[in-house]
């Protein structure tokens, strides 16, 4: 069994790619290095730069390396920047995603693990997210994951695809001291560069209708996300039940807030970070419920806030 990893040399991918072949799973990584980095490519896992837009290479990709399944990362991922680029986001995530699909039917691929979001739900209206809760995506986002969710279940329908989608919260820390986030637009990296370069941190909002203020979310480790997508991808190729989609949650928030706090704490920086306007597809809060996700998927919290926040900032700060 080999499976393909999509976006396998960005920060989450390469975690993704790390704990398969720890465990001893054989895997390739696809990336077309537009926000991915080689250097977070392990040595003796091959490496194939392309789009996903490209579905000959694709296709060429599943032949040369009998590829049985994949595990989707790749797309653009940024909420806030999507609201100004809406069709830059449509084709990298949803034409993108009919363009993996169309090229796996081709090829009889029949397994994936879908990357998708907790945009989907947009500002729920409960104080703890499942599955079932109602999906109201306020951004081209959370829309382009929606809808990637619908087109694997229909391809499930017409074609027997077999395949999940996992929900990502804020996803957070390194499991690797060569690995680490380096989004232009995520809070941990935007924190680490502006202390980094002796500047103040800025935050987005600090009106939100929260206890200080400050964006409430869930905050989970990027190796605890990683092993699950292992399990996923173990109980497709065992053909055992599986849902549709999954929350990986802590079942708990933390406010940006407090985020600053252990900030200061772990890096030894004293800060007040500056505040800037809100960002455009921003809710308040989105915590959720992992209960599927521990059933099935061997989902845990195994790392506390302190964790996320010095694994994170040791791999930053050697790099």
Same mark, same amino acid.
């Given at each position: ?7 396998? &040399? ?48 694709? !296709? ?25 680029? +809406?069709?830059?986001?449509? &084709? ?16 009889? *691929? ?26 109201? $995506? ?19 329908? #017409?074609?027997?695809? #077999? ?20 989004? +232009? ?5 935007? *924190? ?18 929260? &206890? ?17 997508? !292992?399990? #996923? ?7 055992? +039940?599986?849902? $549709? ?9 933390? %406010? ?18 500056? *505040?800037?306007?809100?960002? #455009?597809?921003? +809710?308040?809060?989105? !915590?959720? %419920? ?28 050697? &790099?």
């Amino acid at each position: 069994m080999t499976w393909l990893v999509t976006g396998g &040399a960005g920060y989450i991918g390469a975690h993704v790619v790390r704990a398969f072949t720890e465990q001893g799973m054989e895997v390739v990584i696809y990336d077309d290095l537009s926000s991915g980095h080689e250097s977070f490519v392990p040595a003796g896992v091959p490496f194939v730069r392309g789009s996903i837009l490209d579905g000959g290479h694709l !296709v060429d990709t599943f032949r040369r390396f009998n590829v049985t399944g994949v595990v989707h990362v790749a797309g653009f991922k940024y909420a806030g920047v999507s609201v100004q680029r +809406p069709l830059h986001t449509y &084709a990298q995530n949803v034409t993108g995603t009919l363009s993996l699909l169309a090229a796996m039917e081709e090829v009889g *691929v029949s397994r994936v693990v879908f990357s998708s979001s907790a945009a989907v739900y947009g500002t729920p209206d409960t104080d703890l997210v499942t599955e079932a809760t109602a999906k109201s $995506p306020e951004s081209p986002y959370g829309e382009s994951k929606l809808i990637g969710e619908w087109l694997l279940h229909d391809q499930g329908v #017409a074609q027997g695809l #077999a395949h999940t989608s996992l929900r990502y919260f804020n996803v957070v820390g390194s499991g690797y001291p060569d690995v680490y986030d380096t989004s +232009p637009h995520n809070l941990f990296p935007l *924190v680490f560069e502006a202390l980094l370069d002796g500047r103040t941190p800025r935050i987005n909002g600090n009106d939100y209708p929260t &206890a200080d203020g400050t964006c409430v979310r869930d905050y989970i480790h990027v190796a605890d996300l990683a092993l699950s997508h !292992v399990a #996923a991808a173990r109980r497709l190729d065992a053909g055992e +039940p599986i849902e $549709p989609v999954y929350n990986l949650g802590s079942g708990d928030g933390v %406010s940006v807030g407090e985020i600053m706090t252990a900030m200061r704490e772990v890096t030894g920086i004293e800060f007040d970070p500056e *505040v800037a306007p809100r960002r #455009a597809g921003d +809710p308040a809060r989105i !915590v959720a %419920s992992g209960e599927l996700a521990a059933r099935d998927l061997d989902w845990t919290m195994r790392h506390t806030l302190t964790d996320m926040v010095q694994s994170a900032w040791d791999a930053r700060s050697k &790099a």
